[in-house]
């Protein structure tokens, strides 16, 4: 192994890449998906959340909350008094023009730690947020205080709705989704890249070449994963950027954006490996694709929406699903810390567990590879 | 680096693929700046040989040593000594000429400014910058040579270097290897062309079923193969006719009174023409292998 022979594996194929018009395309993919996704927001009308705070104490739980929308501003009240002038009592009919009330007690955390069991007022105004979102910033809310002073219930959260919206009626944040969905595609991107450069040196036999340079085959193949790795993680951070998925846990949907384009290296290099042609491989990655981006339709408020039938308990057998959910938490720093170690572990092993399959493949292919 | 006389030296190599022997104890060698052909039918075992010597493969028994490199043990150092130009063309098509090399160059530490003084040799300077898609067979030719002389290797392996060439560009492969052999290079060449052998090798092997069974200069193996005949032509009005054709006499040297025959005719005046009946490579070939090459 060398880094020399590594780099200028890398460098030919970062050119390659952009030459080829297919895999241009490929890699320009999920930023028009991105940019298709962003429009259909702005035209569907996902709105800015306004959300009526009066925090003293300045607590980090409004954060928390505003995190759970793509788009949100906060506005200060002088007095909690204001902000039940702007929603009124549960279940009345109000015009206000706040999607979400807060009222945090002076010393929120404090009391938290001190196990007093703060009050906290939410007002939510049904006629912006719907039920699966009014839950999710009541989760959100109590998420926080649980990391503040955990285990027990740590506060009383004082709710009150007006203007109810209908059972029926959903309220997704469309951006929200849209930024899951868009990041998920971008990993796609290493499932189809990586066979494409591995299987097209075998076709175009240039891989014979490479074996009486000083290259090894082991350079040839950590060239690849390297460009297509460079190459995956920028999409996803121009994916993010587009859909203003640089919220919530950001550390966290960082590692996760690194664990989603090792997974679908991970997943490339072994089709790389097993198949002969491009045309092989291409078609089998157009059903895995499918499969892959699958779980993003079941997680976050969606996979609340739909429970936990048989179907979504099969998808739940997808390593893509707690890819996915991670994500989407991490977004709305929502979950748990147990729930974020579940995603995290099924994820890295899965990506141990293809590579391992796919090293094994890939050394018996080693030993063959003159007569390629 | 000073380079012993012996280039190339298999000894006893062996190759199996499963059941198949494709290799089946191969000896020879190579001089410096000697151009030696491998020449046989399509499965001989000739392209499995290059294989061998260049590395790629490990053979399954004797052993190999080129550029003072064993060939399994010394792999890494083989391959900074060694150029090799494959029999299919493979280029990365969407690259241009230019960044073909220049790839290579990174691979072997090389200033980039080499690819332009190889682009010189091979005249391809002019479209360093075209797509290798764009480039004719025997453009392509030459660029997989000049990607092969890029760190300037001793010894050079040839895999049928003018395989879907046509005529000219054949010819402009063969002044090349021809000037390369002049410069000192060692090559090895497999064609199926025997007359492009014939003209270009100092020595050829003919292999057959992984074995060589001739291994000489095709000078040698012309007259070791060869009849010991002439053809003595001579103008009609002397052989007693009118018609103002050409009489064609064949005369055995090995027997005494075509020996004295042949005296007595060159005292004449109209003879025009005397050839020695030389075998052809191809014939020579033939006799040996018992089939035509590829």
């Known amino acids: 192994m060398h880094l020399r022979n590594i780099l200028a594996i890398a460098r030919k194929d970062a050119l390659d890449i952009l030459l080829n018009k297919s895999t241009l395309a490929g890699l320009l993919t999920p930023i028009f998906l991105a940019l298709v996704f962003l429009l259909i927001t702005v035209l569907v009308g996902n709105h800015t959340t306004e959300i009526l705070v009066y925090n003293p104490g300045n607590s980090g739980v409004v954060s928390m909350v505003s995190n759970a929308f793509s788009d949100s501003q906060v506005i200060q009240a002088n007095s909690p008094a204001d902000v039940a002038a702007q929603f009124g009592a549960n279940d009345t009919h109000k015009s206000s023009s706040y999607a979400i009330g807060m009222v945090i007690p002076a010393g929120f955390e404090s009391s938290l730690r001190a196990g007093q069991r703060p009050q906290l007022s939410l007002y939510i105004n049904g006629d912006d947020v719907g039920t699966q979102q009014s839950l999710l910033v009541q989760t959100a809310i109590t998420s926080y205080s649980r990391t503040v002073a955990s285990p027990r219930p740590p506060l009383i959260l004082a709710a009150a709705t007006i203007n109810p919206p209908s059972d029926t009626k959903i309220g997704f944040d469309l951006g929200r989704i849209y930024a899951v969905a868009s990041l998920m595609v971008s990993f796609i991107t290493g499932l189809v890249l990586m066979p494409n450069l591995l299987i097209e040196e075998k076709e175009k036999k240039t891989l014979r070449m490479l074996m009486v340079t000083p290259a090894s085959f082991s350079d040839v193949i950590l060239g690849k994963l390297l460009v297509v790795l460079v190459y995956q993680l920028i999409l996803s951070g121009i994916v993010l950027a587009i859909q203003g998925g640089y919220t919530g846990d950001i550390p966290l949907v960082l590692l996760y954006t690194l664990l989603g384009a090792c997974f679908g290296l991970a997943l490339g290099l072994l089709f790389g490996s097993v198949f002969q042609t491009t045309t092989a491989a291409g078609g089998v990655s157009g059903v895995v694709s499918f499969i892959y981006f699958l779980p993003v339709l079941f997680v976050g408020q969606l996979g609340q929406l739909l429970g936990g039938g048989p179907f979504v308990q099969a998808i739940k057998a997808l390593p893509t699903y707690y890819m996915a959910d991670g994500i989407s938490n991490a977004m709305t720093s929502q979950g748990t810390f147990a729930n974020a170690l579940l995603d995290i572990s099924v994820t890295l092993g899965s990506i141990v567990v293809l590579l391992a399959i796919a090293t094994w493949a890939l050394r018996r292919q080693a030993a063959v590879v003159a007569a390629i | ?294």
């Open chain 2, 1 to 294: 680096m000073k380079y012993p006389d012996l280039m190339i030296e298999a000894i006893d190599l062996r190759r199996s693929f499963k059941a198949k022997e494709a290799v089946v104890g191969v000896s020879f060698s190579v001089q410096r700046g000697e151009i030696f052909g491998l020449l046989g039918p399509n499965g001989a075992g000739k392209t499995t040989t290059i294989r061998l010597l260049t590395g790629q493969i490990d053979p399954s028994g004797g052993r190999a040593v080129v550029a003072a490199c064993d060939v399994v043990k010394d792999r890494a150092r083989l391959k900074e000594r060694i150029g090799v130009v494959f029999e299919e063309q493979n280029l990365y098509e969407r690259l241009s000429a230019r960044n073909n090399l220049r790839f290579n160059c990174w691979l072997y530490n090389l200033p980039e400014s080499r690819a332009d003084e190889v682009l010189d040799l091979v005249r391809l300077r002019d479209r360093a910058k075209d797509p290798v898609r764009a480039f004719s067979n025997g453009m392509r030719q030459r660029l997989m040579i000049a990607r092969a002389l890029l760190h300037r290797p001793p010894v050079l392996f040839l895999d049928e270097p003018s395989r879907g060439l046509d005529p000219i560009a054949a010819r402009e492969v063969r002044q090349a290897i021809e000037q390369l052999s002049r410069e000192g290079m060692t090559i090895l060449l497999t064609t199926h062309l025997l007359e492009e052998a014939d003209h270009l090798c100092q020595r050829v092997a003919f292999i057959i079923n992984g074995r060589i069974v001739a291994n000489d200069t095709p000078r040698n193996l012309k007259l070791a193969h060869g009849k010991r005949s002439v053809v003595v032509t001579l103008a009609a009005e002397q052989a007693g006719n009118d018609s103002g054709q050409m009489q064609e006499i064949t005369l055995n040297m090995d027997d005494a009174n075509d020996q004295a025959r042949l005296a007595q005719l060159m005292t004449r005046s109209n003879v025009r023409a005397v050839h020695s009946q030389e075998a052809t490579l191809e014939e020579v070939f033939i006799e040996a292998v018992g089939v035509r090459p590829a």
